[in-house]
Nanobody, 122 residues
Framework: QAQLVESGGGLVQAGGSLRLSCAASGGAFSRYHMYWLRQAPGKEREFVAGITFGGGTMYYAASLKGRFTISRDNAKNTLYLQMNSLKSEDTAVYYC???????????????WGQGTQVTVSS
């Protein structure tokens, strides 16, 4: 199974941007569909976005479409999440996850990262 490490989180003002990265190792990255999920304080984990193993199809939570962009670079074994026009409600721990099957909701994943904190100040 792939080992996943997120980076790029931090503190940003509302309206700003951040780019998260997820570095994969120990597995065939290009064989996994990849996902971003998040969990805000006191809330359940939420599906953010997914991208197929070849990068040809992306799926976003309806509330985030247009502000967030998921992408991947299979040559670098890295997944990205570009987040623009950030809002205070985007404050959460962001996780990347891998799964050999395509899903568009929270489910059991094959691998998870440890998460990276994103805090948006208003």
């Amino acid at each position: 199974q792939a080992q996943l490490v997120e980076s790029g989180g931090g503190l940003v003002q509302a309206g700003g941007s951040l780019r998260l990265s997820c570095a994969a190792s120990g597995g065939a990255f290009s064989r996994y569909h990849m996902y971003w999920l998040r969990q805000a304080p006191g809330k359940e984990r939420e599906f953010v976005a997914g991208i197929t193993f070849g990068g040809g199809t992306m799926y976003y939570a309806a509330s985030l479409k247009g502000r967030f962009t998921i992408s991947r670079d299979n040559a670098k074994n890295t997944l990205y999440l570009q987040m623009n026009s950030l809002k205070s409600e985007d404050t959460a721990v962001y996780y990347c996850a891998a799964k050999r099957t395509w899903v568009t909701r929270i489910t059991d994943y094959d691998s998870w990262g440890q998460g990276t904190q994103v805090t948006v100040s208003s």
